[in-house]
């Protein structure tokens, strides 16, 4: 069983449009978040992480979103660019000692020009 | 530039044969971890190395052998391995074992097992 679900696959956006993607949670004893990118060919790259403690974070034009009632959490990208054009993966743990990564399966992002 | 590299890039091997994965990182870091990614699955953490010592092993069958000796080389020894096993293998590394410090991982070895 998921402990983090990234239900849909794939998301289409135009350029210099919003995208959202959500990432749901079951185990609520994780605290901290994170959305990692990545490209075909290449390893998952870091892109913005959100502790249990706050319900926004904000870099650029990326922001994740935290509704820890709801167990969800979802990442904004305003405005969209086709180098946005990527796998998402939404992560989840428990800070502390020895803590480990729970991935979800990813969104394919792909922004048309 | 993530500074993690692995090779091969690509592996095909058969059943019986013994194979090598091996990943270098140039980042200075402590931990060190192996990920799979099968078809349509989540990443799955199979093992860490903080500080050149094995301290996380996620339930791994003992076909696949990790070794760590020294701080920037972490290896992943294949043996006997069976067709589910094919999949991407990721390793990454970070300067602590925490999740707050960023895991950079490399491209992966895209392995299939026939």
């Known amino acids: 069983d998921q402990q983090v679900k990234q239900n849909s696959p794939s998301l289409s956006v135009q350029e210099g449009r919003i995208s959202i993607l959500n990432c749901d949670y079951t185990?609520?004893?994780?605290?901290?978040f994170l959305w990692y990118k990545k490209y075909p060919a290449e390893g998952p790259t870091f892109l913005i992480s959100?502790?249990?403690?706050?319900d926004k974070n904000e870099d650029g034009r990326f922001t994740v979103f935290l509704n820890k009632s709801a167990k969800h959490l979802s990442l904004h990208i305003v405005p969209s660019q086709p180098g946005d054009s990527a796998v998402y993966f939404c992560?989840?743990?428990?800070?502390?000692?020895?803590?480990?990564?729970?991935f979800g399966k990813g969104i394919t992002l792909s922004v048309r020009p | 530039e993530t500074g993690v590299t692995q090779t091969p890039r690509h592996l095909v091997m058969g059943m019986t044969n013994k194979k090598s994965l091996k990943c270098e990182q140039h980042?200075?870091?402590?931990?060190m971890y192996w990920y799979k990614q099968s078809a349509k699955k989540p990443l799955e953490l199979m093992f860490v190395?903080?500080?050149?010592?094995?301290?996380e092993n996620n339930s791994v069958p003992s076909r696949f052998s990790p070794e760590c000796p020294n701080s920037s080389h972490l290896f992943l020894h294949l043996h006997t391995l069976q067709p589910e096993d094919s999949a991407l293998y990721l390793c990454?590394?970070?300067?602590?074992?925490?999740?707050?410090?960023?895991?950079?991982f490399g491209p992966g070895t895209r392995l299939l097992v026939l």
């Open positions: 992560a989840a743990s428990e800070t502390g000692a020895n803590s480990k990564l729970t």
């Open positions: 185990n609520s004893m994780f605290d901290y």
């Open positions: 190395y903080n500080f050149k010592e094995q301290t």
């Open positions: 959100i502790s249990s403690i706050k």
């Open positions: 990454a590394s970070s300067r602590l074992w925490q999740v707050q410090e960023t895991q950079y």
């Open positions: 980042l200075g870091h402590n931990a």
